[in-house]
């Protein structure tokens, strides 16, 4: 998965890799830190660097010889004690910057391959920066991108996660050339002398635990006159109290930061990350994104910001077809979908500008799940939340919106129908059996084939619990559910076929859809075959199958190429043995799926 800035995405909690990688000659180090709840060290073996290379738990190992042009560090999330709520990356340079390197990019790799890529944009002139984390929730391990650079250097950095380092250290007039002999000789990389970043690192290898190997090699350096220095302990800061968290706290977003009320602080969702930004206030002559001022146009108002608008721009060109992945693959109920909006506050463009750039592709998004709604025949729960879920997620609007909706809740409600869902009718003046109940009772009438052409009677159709009655002038019908085959609407109409050949019945209603769905959820109760919930019968289409057809035919009629109001059609019809696969489906329009009926 690839993140951005203030992303995050699940891990297994395994043995990974952490590589960062660039293109430039320079050196760079990687070092990590594992972190308590209180964001702090617990002591100087917490912090793994070029002169510690392994934690005592193995849950954090530095590759000392990696391929040029990386950085490598062995990462084992099962030997991570429980104290530890996070493992933060970091890393840094001694002779540039990090702004000189080019396609910076951090990856995180399992035994099946990457898991996570960070891409490393908006680098500052800085020697030192923070990467990403690991970090726990509810029970699992996840990854956050974060990119963020640290003007004090390697050391700055590592105080700022309880790390004491001797500022008397670094004043020694030879012990950062001793450090720098012991650091050269251990690693193929060497710095420059007389660096800033050269003495961060002096001050960092002070703190490093040393094993004295003997005590005669110590007298020896003392007879030498070299100058022995006891590294200092590593000593845990005073912890203040953490800020309160935002309104909203399952939203991450910018807020103002608790500690610096000039400035916006990043919070994402579980605490407060380092990432800033100025606190722009809106004023109309300025970019409420930037800052910058805003040039005045000639007649009156003020053009948009240069820089951000292509920005922007670019931004939301990527962020479309991510968007466009999600909604077609995990959905827009999925922690995919909620990380995609993130980055999108992140870079802090407003919603309204997403949903606008979505709106084209999320109106086709949603005649898809429609179509595949209804290939089947049954419009099930979990169908019409999605869609209901889609269209407000997208703030979709308009004609064909709103007809696919009605379709989707007629759909619906067809389906409960012939699932047993049957609503209770009061017939007040007819007859009915102690435990009988009536579900329909409406103006019918009834169709005959006769010698001389067809006869019709009017009357009222009646749907009960144990049988059917069609009551007319001069002329009834009785017809118990143990006698009835199947109902089906046909031509406007509602046929019923029964076990005798002359037991059948054809009545012309209003609405035969309606009228046949109760009827068949009817028959369905009385002979104990509704379905389970969520059970599908042999109409049933695999979402696969659906897929690969809707990739073959491009999401468009195949006879009239209309893109909307779609259906799946079986070319050899299923009453006529037509089998359900890819071979015998295909993309039909709702007219030119009606003109054809069961034709082949």
Request: net charge negative.
């Amino acid at each position: 998965m690839e993140l951005r800035k203030g992303a995050h995405a699940s891990v297994p909690t395994s043995l990974l890799a952490v590589v960062l990688s660039w293109e430039s000659a320079h050196a760079v180090d990687v070092h990590a830190l594992l972190v308590t709840e209180s964001g702090l060290v617990r002591g100087d073996g917490d912090f793994v660097f070029f002169n510690a290379p392994r934690h005592v738990s193995q849950a954090v190992t530095l590759d000392q010889q990696p391929a040029l042009g990386t950085a490598r560090l062995s990462v084992s999330l099962p030997r991570t004690e429980d104290e530890v709520a996070r493992i933060v990356i970091s890393a840094s340079i001694d002779d540039a910057t990090f702004d000189e390197l080019d396609d910076l990019t951090l990856t995180v790799h399992a035994a099946d391959g990457p898991v996570a890529t960070f891409v490393v944009d908006g680098i500052e002139d800085v020697q030192a920066m923070m990467f990403g984390e690991f970090y726990r929730r509810d029970g699992q391990w996840r990854f956050r991108a974060i990119g963020q650079g640290w003007a004090g250097g390697l050391a700055g950095l590592a105080t700022e996660f309880g790390v004491t380092v001797d500022e008397s250290v670094a004043g020694h007039p030879e012990l950062p050339e001793a450090v720098r002999t012991e650091r050269s000789s251990t690693s193929p990389r060497s710095s420059a002398a007389g660096s800033t970043h050269t003495a961060d690192r002096a001050r960092l290898a002070a703190t490093a635990p040393r094993h004295d190997t003997s005590t005669s090699e110590s007298s020896e350096a003392d007879r030498a006159g070299r100058p022995t220095a006891r590294p200092p302990e590593l000593t845990r800061r005073v912890i203040d109290v953490p800020p309160p968290p935002p309104p909203d706290p399952e939203l991450a977003d910018w807020h103002p930061d608790p500690h610096a009320p000039g400035q916006l602080r990043w919070w994402d969702g579980d605490e407060w990350t380092g990432s800033t930004r100025p606190h722009i206030h809106e004023h109309r002559a300025h970019c409420g994104r930037c800052g910058n001022p805003l040039r005045r146009r000639f007649f009156g108002g003020h053009s948009q910001c240069k820089s951000c608008t292509a920005e922007v721009e670019e931004f939301l060109t990527h962020w479309r077809n991510r968007a466009v992945r999600v909604m077609t693959g995990p959905g827009t109920q999925s922690m995919e979908w909620i990380e995609l909006w993130t980055a999108l506050r992140f870079q802090r463009i407003d919603d309204q500008r997403g949903r606008a750039v979505l709106r084209e592709v999320g109106t086709t998004h949603v005649e898809r799940m429609v179509a595949f709604a209804f290939a089947d025949g049954e419009v099930f729960a979990e169908e019409l939340e999605a869609f209901e879920h889609v269209v407000s997620e997208l703030a979709l609007s308009g004609h064909i919106v709103d007809d696919l909706r009605r379709r989707m809740h007629r759909g619906r409600t067809l389906s409960r129908l012939r699932g047993g869902e049957l609503p209770t009718v009061d017939t007040p003046g007819l007859h009915l059996d102690p435990d009988e109940r009536v579900h329909l009772d409406l103006p019918a009438v009834h169709i005959r084939t006769l010698a001389r052409g067809p006869r019709n009677t009017e009357g009222r159709l009646i749907g009960s619990s144990k049988k059917l009655r069609f009551v007319g002038d001069g002329t009834g019908i009785e017809l118990p559910w143990n006698r009835v085959v199947s109902v089906h609407p046909e031509h406007g109409t509602v046929v019923l076929a029964a076990t005798s050949a002359r037991g059948g019945a054809t009545f012309g209603v209003a609405d035969p859809d309606y009228v046949a769905a109760a009827l068949e959820g009817a028959l369905r109760v009385s002979k104990r075959l509704v379905l389970t919930p969520g059970q599908r019968d042999t109409r049933s289409i695999p979402q696969d199958v659906k897929a690969q057809v809707w990739q073959r035919d491009g999401g468009r009629c195949v006879e009239c190429g209309d893109g909307h109001y779609l259906e799946f059609d079986h070319i050899i019809p299923l009453s006529r043995g037509g089998a359900t696969s890819m071979t015998n489906l295909q993309i039909l329009c709702r007219a030119c799926n009606r003109a054809k009926g069961a034709r082949i």
